[in-house]
């Protein structure tokens, strides 16, 4: 009964979280200065030439119609909700009308996730193995050149990082492109060499700016569990120390990792925004920059409920998770 | 041995060999690589231009009838044509699909005969006649979702077809200007000639039109599915297309428009020689390029560097609806607190052509209207007898960039007033408060009371990352307020945000620039859009005249414009009314003509437009570029 409990108090929490989200939404942008279909009149008014004010209010209540943002605030919001939750559509981009969000968003996806997940996979499993030894062996040259390395490199802007990683290797020794080229047939190995090639650098610039943090974090996890009497209890035993590491002090440390690791996973929809527009990444932290800029309310809705789903996700999966890792919750 | 190896002598050199040999690999690569480029095409026949814009999220979508359809790829600058085209360098309108000027059949201007091109064919074989004319005509006129249906049939009664090659168009009212409502004149033009027997059928409402049929020399290729870059290729039958018959075979095989994403990029681009031309950048970028890379040109080869004859002036441009700036007064003051010397420098280091008047002061324009109106602007006095104007600008911003150690500054006065322009207002803080004071304005110990009795601070919108000379001149304008002692703030806004306040007009001033745009010397274009009958209520959105300024004077001056045809004499005339007009007014604070830092790379190809070789204005991403690209010589070929 508990568990069921349990289970339901995070689902509620979990459809609370999502309608706050969305509602602040769709309701922030329409506080912005921009106005999608001035922006674009604006824009028609450039090719077209001028046009009357009756012209001007019949193209205005064309758009508005055409774009779905007639009505009143109440009536696009009832809309909104239905469009997202029933038909999960978001309806055509108004910067690159008549594309459909979900098209554009399913064409970037793949680009951001590929990237950042494998960059974030590799960031924390070196990072937390180099931290994990470091921790264990605090005093050994091998531990304080790790952390040595990890204090410098993890303050350094991720911009900087990213603009020398560029100068170097697509300027100076010009190994890596300067801008995504992806060529190659459909599932072929040309295909996942181009895309490899092409994503190289930008995956080792969030590798680079990340694996510092994971690496502080855990080493500073593993000595504080090294004093931990369980641990001085196992190692009276005579246990040996690839045993103490791997049964004893791995499990513990890790648990916060694991944590952190199901939050970036969530956040990485937002795309890497900077990471995106430095290396010119066809991914979606690309498409909500565009958005922004332009005044996309669909588009913007779209990448951010996308990132609000999966956040509130990650969250939740974590949650029914950890009593299957951490025996302390689920016996608690 | 074991001896030697054990100090790492030989490892060392071992690996310094091995080192040597990889880095020699690498850059026979690198060779090897740079004689195609990454799209597989041999780069020696590829010309590689800057895709003015990100990359293209919808790059299945060529339907230049639909709104959010990007166009920058290529398709417009390269694979479309217009019926009448714009000849940059010498300031007109050429016929392009359209084989001469619209012949006017009535002397109310109503009536026009078009006679086509003959011996032009679309991309894939089929003739271009009058019926794809006519069908595009239709096709406009009944399709109404299209954006640019209203403001077609607005003017557009009727075209029919007189025989193959031949058409009439009849306008809805008096229209002596039509090739510039169906032509370009600056950038391009709506109307896109679409072929009959690829749209017949389809709703161009929805059609995506890709891959697109061409009617230029060049057609589609390859596309990169995430919108970095796209490849035309030249056709076989290019001598079957406008540019075929009009200036000859195009020598680039290829043409990659491709993004770079940020300006460090795009200028690592080029210095790597992948890039051929770009677009706009900074002059600080330029000046890396010029060091960096001994094949890169500028549109000068000393200062000023950039070309200055960009169609579109910038300046400070009034919400004349909002107090206090429905007053000539606080227009005027403003103006004078302005030391243009300084805002030049500090926005692009003086490499900038000054303008008192409400036209660019491009080559063709400066001698049409800057150097004759430049007694008038002299003897022109304020209400109060003051006479504003600064006719030495020219020669005391010479002598400052020269004391400040820049080289090649021009001494004769003649090439200064070339140069830096006819002049400007004068700095004048004290004439600038005693308008105000007049106007009743007042002084509360340094704090400037507006008439009503608030303290007056300003807040100055302006783009915020993009259109640099906008953005960066509205700080040296703030700073120059600011010190005369009326506390600005500049406020950067993206695009949207940037232009919808415009035309809502929920700006109080601006550094905006669509008011102040020509390129001909019938400035009626942009002129026009100071008529009062575009003003519209705050908070209504308005197509022109978006700094709402009513002047009766002006809009009757504007009517008799509309009724000139564009080579009848009075036109000039009628413009220099006009501009005297808006002098006197002020509604906007016109100060620089666009400087615009377009650096090509002489590596792959030569014969660029320069400022030594001026057959057409640098603007890559216009309809027009078709015709520089057909002008480009091999670089082996110059050797």
């Known amino acids: ?332 | 041995m074991q001896r030697v190896h054990s100090n790492g002598r030989p490892v060392r050199a071992r690996l310094a060999r091995l080192g040597t040999a990889a880095t020699l690999a690498l850059i026979a690569g690198t060779a090897t690589a740079q004689e195609m480029t990454d799209v597989g095409t041999p780069r020696a026949d590829t010309l590689i231009v800057d895709m003015l814009g990100a990359r293209v999220s919808n790059p299945t979508n060529m339907n230049m009838y639909q709104q959010g359809v990007i166009l920058g790829q290529g398709l417009h600058q390269l694979a479309l044509s217009l019926l009448w085209d714009i000849d940059t360098a010498a300031g007109e309108q050429i016929p392009v699909l359209a084989d001469a000027m619209p012949e006017p059949l009535n002397d109310d201007f109503t009536r026009f005969r078009v006679p086509l091109k003959q011996g032009i064919t679309w991309s894939d074989g089929e003739d271009f006649t009058a019926d794809d004319v006519i069908f595009t005509d239709q096709m406009i006129r009944n399709t109404p979702e299209l954006a640019f249906s209203a403001a077609y049939t607005d003017v557009i009664a009727s075209m029919t077809k007189v025989d193959e090659h031949t058409i009439e168009i009849e306008t809805t009212r008096p229209t002596p200007r039509l090739s510039v409502v169906l032509g370009s004149v600056i950038y391009g033009n709506s109307f896109y000639v679409v072929p009959q027997h690829v749209w017949e059928g389809e709703n161009a409402a929805t059609f995506t039109n890709f891959p697109p049929v061409t009617i230029s020399a060049y057609e589609y290729s390859e596309h990169d599915p995430n919108g970095s870059w796209f490849l035309w290729e030249k056709r076989d039958d290019w001598q079957n297309t406008d540019i075929g018959q009009m200036v000859g075979e195009p020598e680039p095989d290829y043409v990659l428009f491709r993004t770079y994403g940020t300006e460090e990029r795009r200028v690592l681009a080029m210095a790597n020689n992948e890039m051929d031309i770009l677009t706009d950048i900074s002059p600080q970028s330029l000046d890396i390029l010029l060091n960096q890379n001994e094949n890169v040109r500028a549109w000068f080869p000393d200062f000023p560097y950039a070309n200055l004859d960009d169609p579109c002036e910038r300046g400070m441009h009034f919400n004349t609806a909002v107090a206090p700036y429905d007053m000539w007064q606080t227009r005027w003051a403003l103006a004078l607190a302005i030391d243009i010397e300084r805002a030049s420098i500090a926005t692009f280091d003086g490499m900038m052509r000054a303008s008192p008047l409400g036209v660019p002061p491009t080559e063709v324009l400066q001698n049409t209207y800057h150097e004759p109106m430049t007694e008038w602007l002299t003897e022109f006095e304020l209400e109060d007898g003051y006479k504003p104007f600064n006719p030495d600008f020219a020669t005391e911003m010479a002598e400052r960039l020269r004391s400040e150690g820049i080289d090649n500054i021009p001494e004769d006065p003649e090439a200064q007033r070339e140069l830096f322009g006819v002049g400007w207002w004068k700095h004048d803080p004290a004439q600038a408060e005693k308008l105000l004071l007049d106007a009743g304005f007042t002084k509360d110990g340094d704090t400037w009371m507006t008439p009503d009795g608030t303290p007056w601070t300003i807040t100055l919108f302006a783009p915020g990352g993009f259109e640099v000379q906008s953005e960066r001149l509205a700080y040296a304008v703030a700073n120059e307020w600011t010190q005369f002692g009326v506390p600005t703030q500049v406020q950067p806004m993206p695009a949207g945000a940037f232009f919808t306040a415009e035309n809502a007009g929920s700006h109080e001033v601006g550094s905006y620039w669509a008011a102040a745009c020509a390129i001909i010397p019938d400035v009626f274009v942009n002129l026009e859009g100071w008529h009062e009958d575009y003003i519209r209520e705050i908070g209504v959105p308005a197509s022109a005249n978006r700094g709402r300024y009513a002047n009766p004077e002006l809009s009757a001056l504007i009517d008799r414009l509309r009724e000139v045809p564009p080579d009848h004499p009075e036109i000039t005339e009628l413009g220099t009314e006009i501009l005297k007009v808006l002098v006197e007014g002020m509604p906007a604070i016109n100060m620089f003509g666009t400087s615009k830092f377009v650096p090509v790379n002489e590596t792959y190809w030569t014969n660029y437009p320069t400022a030594e070789n001026y057959y057409e204005g640098p603007w890559w991403w216009w309809s027009n570029f078709k015709f520089i690209t057909a002008q480009l010589e091999p670089a082996t070929a110059a050797e």
């Open chain 1, 1 to 332: 009964m508990r568990l069921v409990n349990f289970i339901a108090g995070r689902i509620a929490v979990y459809v609370m979280v999502l309608a706050v989200g969305m509602t602040i939404l769709f309701f922030v942008p329409r506080f912005a200065p921009t106005d999608p279909v001035d922006a674009m009149l604006a824009k028609i008014a450039v090719q077209s030439g001028y046009m009357d004010a009756s012209q001007v209010d019949a193209l205005r209540a064309s758009l508005s119609d055409t774009f779905g943002l007639d009505g009143s605030l109440l009536e696009q919001y009832g809309a909104f909700l239905r469009r997202v939750f029933v038909e999960f559509d978001f309806g055509p981009s108004l910067s690159m009308y008549p594309t459909p969000v979900m098209e554009l968003i399913s064409n970037a996806l793949p680009w951001t996730f590929g990237l950042l997940f494998s960059a974030t996979i590799i960031a924390w499993v070196l990072g937390n193995f180099v931290g994990l030894l470091a921790g264990w062996k605090p005093n050994s040259n091998a531990g304080r050149a790790m952390e040595g390395l990890a204090i410098c490199l993890y303050p350094i802007p991720y911009y900087i990082v990213a603009l020398i990683l560029s100068v170097l290797f697509s300027y100076v020794w010009a190994i890596f492109p300067l801008t995504t080229t992806i060529r190659g047939a459909p599932w072929s190995w040309d295909l996942v060499r181009s895309i490899v090639w092409n994503s190289f650098l930008p995956a080792m610039a969030i590798v680079i700016t990340t694996f510092g943090w994971w690496i502080i974090s855990v080493k500073a996890q593993t000595q504080a569990l090294k004093e931990e009497e369980f641990v001085r209890y196992a190692r009276l035993k005579g246990l040996s120390d690839a045993r103490l590491l791997g049964r004893y002090i791995l499990p513990n440390a890790l648990l916060p990792q694991i944590t952190f690791l199901a939050l970036q996973i969530g956040l990485m929809f937002n795309g890497s925004l900077i990471t995106e527009i430095i290396f010119d990444y066809p991914g979606l932290g690309l498409l909500i920059y565009k958005a922004v800029l332009q005044g996309d309310y669909n588009l913007l809705m779209g990448t951010i409920s996308l990132s609000i789903v999966a956040v509130a996700t990650a969250t939740m999966i974590i949650d029914f998770l950890y009593p299957l890792i951490d025996p302390r919750i689920r016996h608690g």
